[in-house]
């Protein structure tokens, strides 16, 4: 069987999961963004011994890579990378934004998923999907939360989601409900299986990147507050 | 082929691994520096050095396997470094330490970074012998140790203020030589007359081990504003002279009495400052009548590599402290913190 392990650090919920080509086999999902790199190990541990399966019988592992929490990214990115390098798997890195729109990419509505970032910002993209077929209508960008109407007026309706939406669906007022709805509160953070279930299509049509060249796309420049002492 | 400990290193602002064999050969010791990045920011930016720990540890692995001539399924066990340091750095390491010991089903060992400096000299091919005091200098540290086995280990003394290679790295920036400040400082005090300058030396009293290099910095600081001010030509070169005989001085003072105080049989050096060839002179010159061993490793392993984690790894393992999966790094991990914790 080909196994995908999916990996999701981006948000405050850190979420794993394991599929196949008949599609789920097992997922975990915690809340708790301070405690990922305490939990990421554990999880992944008890998410294979659930499956009756281990990191061989894997073809490649997905990793959310952004934009989100730069130390979450990272989390997820240097667990995805070591153990791909060890077994010479091939590594996936599915957009956090994507994997926050695919359960509502149906129909062609644009989607436009939204999670804030650290400093009242928001980070954001708009795809349109049909089955298999997904296309990227805006790539992802940060901005304050009233650029996104800005973003969205050359599409019809739209859907949005993420927490970044909730968090600030006061200030995005003005759009609902004629320019935009909200999806379900419950679908707030990019879940494991959906990253390794998008992992599993590019694995399979042979689109998988060498472990070592996997890099997070932060999407924003790194806070310059001037340097710290060395150490040495 | 012995116990094979794979060492990773990413406390700060270098990228390292390392394969130490039986805790004393150093079978590669591999690291990539980022001080050509962080110098055009005159210090170490913590998410600069984040960003660039991901994108290289996991090559710099697979060359420190290369080198020693060895694949994943050799190692016996992996070693990282679990603090002190910058979080989002040390994070990177220790996830990464975390892959490899669940995929190979091999033990993590969590390393303090000061108790790794001090393992640097286990590298040496020389025996060490206990007790022994350890002075761990850098540009985060001023640290005196007294140790009377290897799960012994405490903490004697430490900066109240500035590190001293923090020192180093205020004053040559005073001085327009640029980051990092120790080797640009001690190669200018070559050509300098140490006494021309009168610099404070702060001892604090005769039984402490505790440190103060605030104060000489803001001497140097003074002196050369005052100069400047006066339209006056600063000898940089004494003042670079002067500023570095008075910290090596109180160094090795403060080493010495540690020594004597507590009847070590060795003195050992560790950290970057402990490359600095004035500290190294001072210091063998005050033993050579005395019946103490001193052990100052070379350049490449007093600044931060990942070998000196793995010789530090080596003896935590032989003990069999091994750290649980759910370890999380600690930016400010004293060295009587358990690694389980
Ligand atoms: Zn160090």
Known sequence: ?232 | MGVLILGIETSCDETAAAVVADGQRIMSNVIASQVEIHSRFGGVVPEVASRRHIETLNPVISTALAEAGIGFMDLSAVAVTQGPGLLGSLLVGLMAAKSLSFALNIPLVAVNHIEAHIYANFLLGEEVPFPFVAMVVSGGHTDILYAESHSEMRLVGQTRDDAAGEAFDKVARVLGLGYPGGPATERLARQGDPEAIPLPRAFLGEHSFDTSFSGVKTAVVNYVNRARLKGEIVNLADVAAGFEAAVVEVLATKALDAVQTYGAKALLLAGGVAANKKLRGVILDRTRLKNVKVLIPPPALCTDNAAMVGAAGYYRFLRGDIAPFDINAVAGLSLSENSSR
């Open chain 1, 1 to 232: 069987m080909s196994y995908v392990l999916g990996i999701e650090t981006a948000t405050p919920v850190l979420s794993a999961a394991v599929v196949g080509k008949t599609g789920l086999l097992s997922e975990q999902s915690v809340l708790g963004e301070r405690l990922h790199s305490v939990r990421l190990i554990p999880l992944i541990h008890d998410l294979l011994v659930g499956c009756g399966i281990t990191l061989r019988d894997l073809i490649g592992i997905a990793v959310s890579i952004g934009p989100g929490s730069f130390t979450g990214l990272r989390i997820g990115l240097i667990t995805a990378k070591t153990l791909a390098q060890i077994f010479g798997l091939p590594v996936v890195g599915v957009s956090t934004l994507l994997a926050l729109a695919a359960p509502f990419l149906t129909g062609g509505i644009p989607v436009c998923p939204v999670l804030t970032s650290r400093r009242r910002e928001v980070y954001a993209a708009v795809y349109q999907g049909n089955g298999q077929d997904v296309k990227i209508l805006v790539p992802p960008f940060a901005s304050s939360p009233p650029g996104i109407p800005k973003r969205l007026a050359p599409f019809g309706r739209v859907i949005l989601t993420g927490e970044g939406a909730w968090a600030f669906r006061t200030e995005l007022q003005a759009i609902f409900p004629d320019k935009a709805v909200l999806a379900p509160e419950i679908y707030n953070y990019p879940r494991g299986a959906v990253v390794a279930a998008l992992g599993l299509k590019d694995l399979t049509t042979g689109r998988g990147t060498d472990a070592l060249s996997l890099v997070p796309e932060y999407v924003r420049p790194p806070a310059i507050t001037g340097g710290v002492q060395g150490e040495g």
